[in-house]
């Protein structure tokens, strides 16, 4: 098992650029989520996924999209970057909506917009 | 506004002492509470949870402590080791459906352990 993956580890986009940060889970977990942290801050949800097909906002959605076409994936598109979006980001699943909602998390991809 | 806080961004102990972190919150409609370890470069990863019904939970050398009245909890490590040096987070959720699924994470408290 690899766990939760996450792609690119490290990237420096330019301003009005966009990327796509890949997400994969192998564990068959319905529930996957896309966190933010920034520098001396909690990690702040962006959005979250309960299941293919089904997304929903989380706390800091703004300048973010997702999809969820399969179980395993749950990529995260920025499309305009701007530097506020300089972040570490994490991606997390979950297997159920268990009571204490253990997440499983990735290694993190480092992003500099500048 | 944070509903999570951790007051002490760093917390210095000698291995084999006693770490307790601390970790304040104000929405009562918390419902469990989680602490996770990160070390650097990789993922934050579960360490121990508490529901709000009990006021203690045990796991080896980790304790949650949860005072519902104050909003406060804590972990105690004892005794603490080299391989405890990380930083450590406090997260709560509920159980309601708009709340459900949604940690509130604490800024973290960076534990370093030294011989």
């Known amino acids: 098992n690899a766990g939760v993956t996450q792609t690119p580890k490290f990237r420096i986009l330019k301003i009005g650029q966009s990327m796509t940060l890949q997400c994969a889970q192998d564990?068959?977990?319905?529930?996957m989520y896309w966190y933010r942290q920034d520098p001396g801050m909690g990690l702040k949800l962006i959005y979250y996924?309960?299941?293919?097909?089904?997304?929903d906002k989380g706390e800091v959605p703004n300048g973010y999209n997702v999809s969820r076409s399969t179980t395993e994936d749950f990529p995260l598109r920025l499309e305009l970057a701007a530097p506020s979006q300089t972040s570490v980001y994490f991606c997390a699943s979950s297997p159920r909506r268990s009571s204490y909602n253990e997440q499983f998390f990735g290694p993190g991809t480092r992003l500099t917009v500048l | 506004d944070q509903q999570v806080k951790q007051n002490s961004p760093s917390l210095s102990v000698q291995e084999g002492r006693i770490s307790i972190l601390n970790c304040d919150y104000t929405n009562s409609m918390f419902d469990y509470f989680l602490w996770y370890k990160k070390y650097p470069a990789e993922g934050p990863t579960f360490l121990i949870s508490i529901s709000s019904i009990k006021d203690k939970n045990e796991d080896g050398r980790f304790t949650v402590f949860l005072n519902k009245s104050a909003k406060h909890l804590s972990l105690h490590i004892v005794p603490s080791q080299p391989g405890d040096s990380a930083v450590y987070f406090c997260a709560a959720s509920g159980e309601t459906t708009d709340s459900w699924g949604k940690l509130q994470f604490g800024a973290g408290t960076q534990v370093v352990v030294t011989p």
């Open positions: 564990m068959n977990h319905n529930y």
């Open positions: 996924s309960v299941g293919a097909g089904i997304t």
